[in-house]
C-alpha cells in the first residue's frame, strides 16, 4: 500500500473524504469519524495531556489503514455516492 495521509484535527475533512481523494473507500467511516472526535473533546478539554491523545491518534491511524480498500474493489460508494449527494428531496425518495 502507498503512503496514505490523514488529517484528524477539528478542521480536517471527514476521513471518509480524505480516503476518498486519495482512492480508496473507508470501511466503517462513522464509527472513526466518531472516535476522531471524541479524542479531539479530549485534547481540547485538557481532559488528556498531549502524550495521551497522540497515542490514541496513532491507535486510531492503525485502525483507519486496516479498514481501507481501493476504490476498485469497493462497490460500496458506486452504489451509495449518488442518492446521498441528491438530498432528501430527490426523485428517489417521493
Known amino acids: 500500500m502507498k503512503n496514505i ?11 471518509d473524504k480524505q480516503a476518498n ?3 480508496y473507500a473507508l470501511e466503517d467511516a462513522d464509527l472513526y469519524e466518531t472516535a476522531r472526535d471524541c479524542i479531539n473533546f479530549l485534547k481540547y478539554r485538557k481532559i488528556a495531556t498531549n502524550k ?11 485502525k483507519v489503514i486496516k479498514s481501507l480498500k481501493p476504490l476498485e ?22
Open 5 to 15: 495521509d490523514f488529517g484528524y484535527g477539528i478542521l480536517c475533512d471527514d476521513l
Open 21 to 23: 481523494e486519495q482512492g
Open 73 to 94: 474493489e469497493s462497490n460500496e460508494w458506486r452504489t451509495n455516492e449518488f442518492p446521498r449527494k441528491l438530498g432528501r428531496n430527490n426523485a428517489f425518495n417521493r
Open 52 to 62: 495521551q491523545t497522540d497515542m490514541m491518534f496513532k491507535k486510531l491511524h492503525k
